[in-house]
Protein backbone atom coordinates (compact mmCIF):
# COMPACT_ATOMS: atom_id res chain seq x y z
CA UNK A 1 0.00 0.00 0.00
CA UNK A 2 1.29 3.44 -1.42
CA UNK A 3 2.99 5.75 1.81
CA UNK A 4 1.16 8.59 1.17
CA UNK A 5 -1.88 9.39 -1.06
CA UNK A 6 -0.16 9.99 -4.42
CA UNK A 7 -0.14 8.50 -7.69
CA UNK A 8 3.53 9.52 -8.54
CA UNK A 9 6.50 8.04 -9.57
CA UNK A 10 10.18 9.09 -10.44
CA UNK A 11 11.08 7.99 -14.15
CA UNK A 12 13.27 5.68 -14.91
CA UNK A 13 16.61 7.29 -16.40
CA UNK A 14 19.56 5.54 -18.18
CA UNK A 15 21.80 8.11 -16.89
CA UNK A 16 24.43 6.99 -19.73
CA UNK A 17 22.11 8.56 -22.42
CA UNK A 18 23.46 11.84 -21.04
CA UNK A 19 26.53 13.64 -22.07
CA UNK A 20 27.54 15.68 -19.30
CA UNK A 21 28.86 18.88 -21.30
CA UNK A 22 26.23 21.06 -21.58
CA UNK A 23 28.66 24.17 -22.43
CA UNK A 24 27.16 24.00 -26.15
CA UNK A 25 23.53 24.85 -24.69
CA UNK A 26 23.21 28.61 -25.67
CA UNK A 27 22.53 31.41 -23.09
CA UNK A 28 19.98 34.61 -23.62
CA UNK A 29 21.42 37.50 -22.22
CA UNK A 30 17.99 39.50 -23.50
CA UNK A 31 15.92 37.36 -21.40
CA UNK A 32 14.44 38.92 -18.92
CA UNK A 33 14.82 36.50 -16.62
CA UNK A 34 18.38 36.64 -16.86
CA UNK A 35 18.94 39.63 -15.20
CA UNK A 36 16.88 38.44 -11.96
CA UNK A 37 18.98 39.38 -8.80
CA UNK A 38 20.36 36.65 -6.77
CA UNK A 39 17.81 36.38 -3.40
CA UNK A 40 19.27 35.23 -0.03
CA UNK A 41 16.77 31.98 1.25
CA UNK A 42 16.19 33.67 4.86
CA UNK A 43 14.06 36.33 3.13
CA UNK A 44 11.74 33.95 1.52
CA UNK A 45 11.84 31.56 4.48
CA UNK A 46 13.01 28.71 2.85
CA UNK A 47 15.13 26.25 5.33
CA UNK A 48 19.02 25.62 4.64
CA UNK A 49 22.14 24.84 5.53
CA UNK A 50 25.14 25.38 3.45
CA UNK A 51 26.61 21.84 3.55
CA UNK A 52 30.32 22.74 2.17
CA UNK A 53 30.32 25.63 4.68
CA UNK A 54 30.11 23.55 7.92
CA UNK A 55 32.77 23.80 10.50
CA UNK A 56 31.53 21.12 12.95
CA UNK A 57 32.92 18.55 10.65
CA UNK A 58 29.66 16.84 9.80
CA UNK A 59 29.79 17.58 5.55
CA UNK A 60 30.99 14.35 5.27
CA UNK A 61 32.97 13.87 2.77
CA UNK A 62 35.24 17.16 3.33
CA UNK A 63 34.61 17.08 6.73
CA UNK A 64 35.73 21.04 7.16
CA UNK A 65 34.58 24.13 4.98
CA UNK A 66 35.65 24.36 1.43
CA UNK A 67 37.71 27.48 0.39
CA UNK A 68 35.35 29.54 -1.52
CA UNK A 69 32.48 28.21 0.50
CA UNK A 70 29.45 30.56 2.14
CA UNK A 71 27.20 30.12 5.34
CA UNK A 72 24.61 32.16 3.65
CA UNK A 73 22.51 30.50 0.57
CA UNK A 74 21.52 32.41 -2.60
CA UNK A 75 19.20 31.78 -5.52
CA UNK A 76 18.17 33.39 -8.74
CA UNK A 77 14.85 35.56 -7.45
CA UNK A 78 12.31 33.69 -9.56
CA UNK A 79 13.99 29.96 -8.69
CA UNK A 80 13.99 30.89 -4.74
CA UNK A 81 10.31 31.90 -5.14
CA UNK A 82 9.16 28.70 -7.35
CA UNK A 83 11.10 26.69 -3.90
CA UNK A 84 8.45 29.11 -1.99
CA UNK A 85 5.74 27.31 -4.05
CA UNK A 86 7.20 23.87 -3.64
CA UNK A 87 7.10 24.07 0.17
CA UNK A 88 3.20 24.81 -0.66
CA UNK A 89 2.70 21.61 -2.29
CA UNK A 90 4.61 19.28 0.50
CA UNK A 91 3.25 21.13 3.34
CA UNK A 92 -0.36 18.41 3.30
CA UNK A 93 2.39 15.46 3.32
CA UNK A 94 4.19 17.11 6.75
CA UNK A 95 7.54 18.41 4.68
CA UNK A 96 9.15 20.91 3.20
CA UNK A 97 12.35 21.22 1.03
CA UNK A 98 15.67 21.84 2.87
CA UNK A 99 18.78 23.22 0.71
CA UNK A 100 21.82 22.22 1.06
CA UNK A 101 23.24 24.14 -1.43
CA UNK A 102 22.22 26.64 -3.78
CA UNK A 103 24.45 29.62 -5.79
CA UNK A 104 28.30 28.54 -5.22
CA UNK A 105 31.25 30.56 -5.93
CA UNK A 106 33.62 29.57 -8.78
CA UNK A 107 36.22 29.45 -5.81
CA UNK A 108 34.17 27.35 -4.07
CA UNK A 109 33.56 25.11 -7.07
CA UNK A 110 37.72 25.06 -7.76
CA UNK A 111 38.16 23.71 -3.79
CA UNK A 112 35.46 20.61 -4.84
CA UNK A 113 37.46 20.08 -7.96
CA UNK A 114 40.86 20.22 -6.22
CA UNK A 115 39.12 17.39 -3.17
CA UNK A 116 38.47 15.07 -5.44
CA UNK A 117 41.80 15.64 -7.70
CA UNK A 118 43.66 14.77 -4.43
CA UNK A 119 41.06 12.30 -3.42
CA UNK A 120 42.48 10.21 -7.07
CA UNK A 121 46.00 11.40 -6.13
CA UNK A 122 45.25 9.23 -2.63
CA UNK A 123 43.51 6.25 -3.71
CA UNK A 124 43.86 5.69 -7.55
CA UNK A 125 46.60 2.30 -8.43
CA UNK A 126 47.84 4.74 -11.01
CA UNK A 127 47.23 8.31 -10.07
CA UNK A 128 48.39 10.14 -13.31
CA UNK A 129 47.27 14.06 -13.83
CA UNK A 130 44.98 12.71 -16.40
CA UNK A 131 43.88 9.88 -13.76
CA UNK A 132 43.44 12.59 -11.25
CA UNK A 133 41.63 15.27 -13.15
CA UNK A 134 39.40 11.72 -14.58
CA UNK A 135 38.45 11.08 -11.18
CA UNK A 136 37.19 14.54 -10.47
CA UNK A 137 35.45 14.78 -13.44
CA UNK A 138 32.97 12.37 -11.98
CA UNK A 139 31.94 14.34 -9.04
CA UNK A 140 32.41 18.23 -10.57
CA UNK A 141 32.92 20.54 -13.16
CA UNK A 142 36.18 21.93 -13.85
CA UNK A 143 36.66 25.65 -13.51
CA UNK A 144 40.21 25.98 -15.80
CA UNK A 145 38.40 27.01 -18.72
CA UNK A 146 35.95 29.47 -16.66
CA UNK A 147 35.08 32.70 -17.66
CA UNK A 148 32.59 35.21 -16.71
CA UNK A 149 31.83 35.96 -20.49
CA UNK A 150 32.53 32.56 -21.76
CA UNK A 151 28.83 30.21 -21.62
CA UNK A 152 30.93 27.09 -22.87
CA UNK A 153 32.16 26.75 -18.79
CA UNK A 154 30.03 28.06 -16.24
CA UNK A 155 29.60 25.79 -13.51
CA UNK A 156 25.63 25.39 -13.24
CA UNK A 157 25.88 26.46 -9.87
CA UNK A 158 27.23 29.80 -10.69
CA UNK A 159 24.03 30.67 -12.29
CA UNK A 160 21.97 30.98 -9.56
CA UNK A 161 19.65 28.06 -11.21
CA UNK A 162 21.07 25.46 -9.14
CA UNK A 163 20.08 23.53 -6.06
CA UNK A 164 20.84 20.77 -4.19
CA UNK A 165 17.95 20.10 -1.03
CA UNK A 166 16.71 16.90 0.35
CA UNK A 167 13.33 17.11 2.78
CA UNK A 168 12.83 17.86 6.74
CA UNK A 169 10.12 17.06 8.35
CA UNK A 170 7.48 20.18 9.40
CA UNK A 171 6.89 17.88 12.79
CA UNK A 172 10.28 17.03 14.21
CA UNK A 173 12.76 19.38 12.21
CA UNK A 174 14.71 16.34 11.05
CA UNK A 175 15.95 15.99 8.11
CA UNK A 176 14.33 12.47 6.48
CA UNK A 177 16.11 9.45 5.55
CA UNK A 178 16.51 9.62 1.39
CA UNK A 179 18.17 6.09 1.37
CA UNK A 180 21.48 7.40 0.41
CA UNK A 181 23.84 10.75 2.20
CA UNK A 182 24.24 13.38 0.17
CA UNK A 183 27.02 13.58 -1.79
CA UNK A 184 26.89 9.73 -2.53
CA UNK A 185 27.89 9.31 -6.28
CA UNK A 186 26.99 5.86 -6.22
CA UNK A 187 24.02 3.90 -7.64
CA UNK A 188 22.29 4.40 -4.72
CA UNK A 189 22.24 8.27 -4.85
CA UNK A 190 20.37 8.57 -8.63
CA UNK A 191 17.20 9.21 -7.89
CA UNK A 192 15.45 6.43 -9.21
CA UNK A 193 17.63 4.26 -7.23
CA UNK A 194 14.26 3.01 -4.77
CA UNK A 195 12.27 2.50 -7.83
CA UNK A 196 14.41 -0.19 -9.67
CA UNK A 197 14.41 -1.46 -6.53
CA UNK A 198 10.37 -1.56 -6.00
CA UNK A 199 10.35 -3.11 -9.42
CA UNK A 200 13.11 -5.67 -8.99
CA UNK A 201 10.76 -6.91 -5.05
CA UNK A 202 13.84 -5.81 -3.23
CA UNK A 203 11.54 -3.31 -1.19
CA UNK A 204 7.67 -2.56 -0.30
CA UNK A 205 5.63 0.08 -1.95
CA UNK A 206 5.26 1.49 1.28
CA UNK A 207 9.07 2.26 1.53
CA UNK A 208 10.06 5.84 3.64
CA UNK A 209 12.91 6.30 1.08
CA UNK A 210 11.08 5.25 -2.07
CA UNK A 211 8.66 8.38 -0.88
CA UNK A 212 10.70 10.87 0.23
CA UNK A 213 12.44 11.02 -3.07
CA UNK A 214 8.95 10.67 -5.13
CA UNK A 215 7.77 13.87 -2.96
CA UNK A 216 10.92 16.26 -3.76
CA UNK A 217 10.61 15.07 -6.99
CA UNK A 218 6.63 15.54 -7.36
CA UNK A 219 7.20 18.80 -5.85
CA UNK A 220 9.91 19.96 -8.01
CA UNK A 221 9.03 18.77 -11.22
CA UNK A 222 5.53 20.53 -10.87
CA UNK A 223 7.34 23.81 -10.60
CA UNK A 224 9.16 22.90 -14.04
CA UNK A 225 12.84 21.95 -11.97
CA UNK A 226 14.97 19.40 -13.93
CA UNK A 227 16.42 16.81 -11.93
CA UNK A 228 19.94 15.52 -12.66
CA UNK A 229 19.77 11.60 -13.57
CA UNK A 230 22.99 10.99 -11.57
CA UNK A 231 21.34 12.15 -7.79
CA UNK A 232 18.48 12.73 -6.29
CA UNK A 233 19.66 15.90 -4.53
CA UNK A 234 20.30 18.18 -7.85
CA UNK A 235 17.81 20.19 -9.39
CA UNK A 236 18.11 22.94 -11.75
CA UNK A 237 15.97 26.05 -13.52
CA UNK A 238 17.25 28.01 -16.01
CA UNK A 239 20.36 27.55 -16.81
CA UNK A 240 21.90 25.10 -19.32
CA UNK A 241 22.12 21.78 -17.88
CA UNK A 242 18.15 22.46 -17.12
CA UNK A 243 17.79 23.03 -21.31
CA UNK A 244 19.85 19.95 -22.38
CA UNK A 245 17.90 17.79 -19.56
CA UNK A 246 14.78 19.09 -20.24
CA UNK A 247 15.41 18.35 -23.79
CA UNK A 248 16.65 15.06 -23.26
CA UNK A 249 13.87 14.37 -20.85
CA UNK A 250 10.75 15.39 -22.51
CA UNK A 251 12.27 16.24 -26.22
CA UNK A 252 11.58 19.73 -26.42
CA UNK A 253 12.92 22.48 -24.29
CA UNK A 254 13.16 26.29 -25.04
CA UNK A 255 16.70 27.06 -27.49
CA UNK A 256 18.41 28.95 -24.67
CA UNK A 257 19.07 29.25 -21.12
CA UNK A 258 18.08 32.47 -19.25
CA UNK A 259 20.03 32.07 -16.01
CA UNK A 260 23.76 32.66 -17.09
CA UNK A 261 26.65 33.29 -14.64
CA UNK A 262 26.20 36.05 -11.90
CA UNK A 263 28.67 37.31 -9.59
CA UNK A 264 28.07 36.80 -5.79
CA UNK A 265 26.55 38.53 -3.85
CA UNK A 266 28.59 40.70 -0.93
CA UNK A 267 29.58 38.85 1.72
CA UNK A 268 28.06 42.07 4.47
CA UNK A 269 24.46 41.26 2.62
CA UNK A 270 23.72 38.97 4.23
Not at 28 to 36: G, M
Not at 38 to 60: F, I, K, P
Not at 86 to 112: I, K, M, P, S
Not at 197 to 208: N, Q, S, V, W, Y
Request: with cysteine; net charge negative.
Amino acid sequence: MALYPLDYKIPLIDAGQYERAYGHVPHDPADPRSAEPLVLLDTVEVAYCSHHARTDGGNWPYHRPLAGSRKDTWLREGAAASLVRANHRLRRFGFELFVLDGYRTVACQQALYDFYFAQGRATLDHPTDEACRAHALKFVRDTSRFSPTSSAAWPAHSTGGAVDLTLRSLETGELVDMGSRFEDMTAAGHNDHYERKLLAGEIRDDDPRLWHRRLAHWALDGEGWANSPWVFWHYDLGNQLYIQMRRALRGTAPAAAWYGYIEPPPVSAA
